[in-house]
């Protein structure tokens, strides 16, 4: 049975907190989900479940975080991979993808698996990310920088505005509304950083049920390199452990090694990694149409060659 859902609900959540947990323990990493959203009412039905004898065996989400291209989070648990489960949550989706406009769909990964398979479906490697925890025990090698930093308020959305744009310029358009709508979620702090009479930095902290989430660090490149960085996320830190969160994770891409030193000289160590793939831009069915009807299911056996965990 397949379920489409704006939002998900508490049973929901768990059964897929335990299909998280079977794909890791295959895959030994797995894809993100972002927790600090699924959880919330969507204006779009971006869940999309797969169940058999009351067990969730498949999961897709689809993130709307840029103007013509969409992430695609999709699971299949271990044991039920090659069935064709995959295939029919991603048809499922794809009417309200062209409703969106989007042009390119960015599939995350368990870092390492698939790559033959993606690649032979025409997909290209976009880039790695790890996901990193905060540890508490870990020697802090990053120096104390005294900065102003404060929430950010309504006042602040402008400023905001052109701090992402500058930061994130491939980001959704109406980065406005976005604002309006982080600054009265009850789960999100906007801490900003005060130089020179104006926001020079930013970050966001997100609550979820067991952890707390940094994301969206930006300084403004003439403000980099002088330890802005570092406070705040000293200061999401401490914000996190003040209410309760001792779990602190962040992402960062594998590539990013000045961002990496820091977050390791911060106290943070990596627990997962994952790869993105792009499929062909503006192509029919995003390139998709042999998956998407079960031909390289065929083109597969005849080849010879095994894939690994296809979903």
């Not at 489960?85 to 390492?112: D, N, V, W, Y």
């Not at 790695?128 to 950010?152: G, H, N, T, W």
């Not at 505005?161 to 500058?166: C, G, P, Y």
């Not at 980099?224 to 962040?250: D, E, M, Q, S």
């Given at each position: 049975m397949?379920?489409?859902t704006?939002?998900?609900?508490?049973k929901?959540l768990?059964?897929?907190?335990?299909?998280?947990?079977y794909?890791?323990q295959?895959d030994?990493?797995?894809?993100p989900i972002?927790?600090h959203?699924?959880?919330k009412?969507?204006?779009?039905?971006?869940?999309?479940?797969y169940?058999?004898?009351?067990k969730?065996?498949?999961?897709?989400?689809?993130f709307?975080?840029?103007s013509?291209a969409?992430e695609?989070?999709l699971?299949?648990?271990?044991?039920?991979?090659?069935q064709?489960?995959g295939?029919?949550?991603?048809a499922e989706?794809?009417?309200?993808?062209?409703?969106?406009?989007m042009?390119?769909l960015?599939?995350?990964?368990p870092?390492g698996?698939?790559?033959?398979w993606?690649?032979?479906?025409?997909?290209t490697f976009?880039?790695?990310e790890?996901?990193m925890q905060y540890d508490?025990?870990k020697?802090v090698?990053?120096?104390?920088k005294?900065?102003c930093?404060?929430l950010?308020?309504?006042k602040?959305?402008p400023q905001?505005?052109e701090l992402?744009?500058?930061?994130?310029?491939?980001?959704?358009?109406?980065?406005m509304e976005?604002?309006?709508s982080?600054?009265t979620t009850n789960n999100c702090a906007i801490?900003?950083?005060?130089?020179d009479?104006r926001i020079?930095g930013?970050a966001?902290?997100?609550?979820e049920?067991?952890r707390?989430r940094v994301?969206?660090?930006g300084?403004f490149p003439e403000y980099?390199?002088?330890?802005?960085a570092g406070a705040l996320i000293?200061?999401?830190?401490?914000?996190?452990l003040?209410?309760n969160?001792?779990?602190?994770?962040?992402?960062v891409?594998?590539?990013n090694e000045?961002?990496?030193?820091?977050y390791?000289?911060?106290?943070f160590?990596i627990?997962?990694?994952?790869?993105?793939?792009?499929t062909?831009?503006?192509?029919p069915?995003f390139g998709?149409?042999?998956?998407?009807?079960?031909s390289?299911?065929?083109?597969?056996?005849?080849?010879g060659?095994?894939?690994?965990?296809?979903?």
């Amino acid at each position: 049975m397949i379920t489409r859902t704006h939002q998900l609900n508490g049973k929901q959540l768990a059964d897929l907190e335990l299909l998280v947990s079977y794909c890791k323990q295959n895959d030994r990493n797995t894809i993100p989900i972002y927790k600090h959203l699924i959880d919330k009412r969507h204006a779009l039905p971006c869940n999309t479940l797969y169940y058999e004898e009351g067990k969730l065996l498949g999961y897709l989400r689809t993130f709307f975080f840029y103007s013509t291209a969409c992430e695609v989070a999709l699971m299949v648990h271990p044991a039920h991979r090659r069935q064709g489960i995959g295939r029919t949550l991603l048809a499922e989706i794809l009417p309200i993808l062209k409703q969106e406009h989007m042009e390119t769909l960015i599939f995350s990964t368990p870092k390492g698996t698939n790559q033959e398979w993606l690649a032979n479906l025409g997909m290209t490697f976009h880039g790695s990310e790890f996901q990193m925890q905060y540890d508490p025990e870990k020697p802090v090698s990053i120096p104390y920088k005294p900065a102003c930093i404060r929430l950010a308020t309504q006042k602040d959305i402008p400023q905001l505005v052109e701090l992402d744009n500058t930061c994130f310029p491939d980001k959704k358009p109406d980065p406005m509304e976005v604002f309006r709508s982080l600054l009265t979620t009850n789960n999100c702090a906007i801490f900003a950083l005060i130089q020179d009479d104006r926001i020079v930095g930013k970050a966001h902290v997100f609550k979820e049920s067991d952890r707390a989430r940094v994301t969206d660090i930006g300084v403004f490149p003439e403000y980099r390199g002088r330890g802005f960085a570092g406070a705040l996320i000293k200061y999401c830190i401490n914000h996190a452990l003040i209410n309760n969160k001792p779990k602190i994770v962040l992402d960062v891409e594998i590539a990013n090694e000045s961002a990496l030193k820091l977050y390791d000289g911060l106290g943070f160590n990596i627990i997962n990694a994952h790869d993105y793939w792009n499929t062909p831009n503006e192509a029919p069915e995003f390139g998709l149409s042999a998956f998407l009807r079960g031909s390289d299911v065929k083109n597969h056996i005849n080849s010879g060659r095994q894939k690994k965990d296809a979903p």
